[in-house]
Structure formats: C-alpha cells, structure tokens
C-alpha cells in the first residue's frame, strides 16, 4: 500500500474531493397496471398485486426472490 512521505494539506485534500460528483441515475419508464412507473435499468424490482400487497422479485420477467 502506498504510504505518503509528507502530510497532505487540507486544502489540497478538500480540493482533489472537491472534483468528485455524482451522476443522475439513468431511469427506465414501464406502464404496469395502467400505471407509469421509472425504475433503474438492470436491477431487480418487487412486483405488486392491486392492493399495493408485494409479492415477490423480478428480474428481466423472471422470479428471483420471494418478498
């Protein structure tokens, strides 16, 4: 592991973290239910029955997991 030989300034750090930023999470629109909805592209997402009540996983139209 790479060990620095001198101790870093604080200014230097905040401003090498400083140029850091976050991107907008790309969202996918799906019409389920008449209703529209934006979910995360390649993620698993919990299916609903009309009540609201969830019913297990899903992930590209296949069950993965009970909810």
């Known amino acids: 592991m790479a060990v620095p ?3 870093k300034s604080r200014a230097n750090t905040h401003a090498r973290r ?3 930023k976050t991107d907008i999470p790309t969202l996918v629109k799906v019409v ?3 209703r529209t ?3 995360m592209p390649h993620r698993a997402h919990v299916v ?3 009540t609201g009540t ?3 996983m899903e992930y ?3 069950r993965v997991a009970d909810a």
């Open 48 to 50: 609903e029955d009309s």
């Open 18 to 20: 400083s140029q850091w």
């Open 32 to 34: 389920e239910n008449g």
């Open 54 to 56: 969830p019913l297990f």
């Open 37 to 39: 909805v934006y979910r």
């Open 5 to 7: 030989k001198r101790r």
């Open 60 to 62: 590209k139209g296949r």
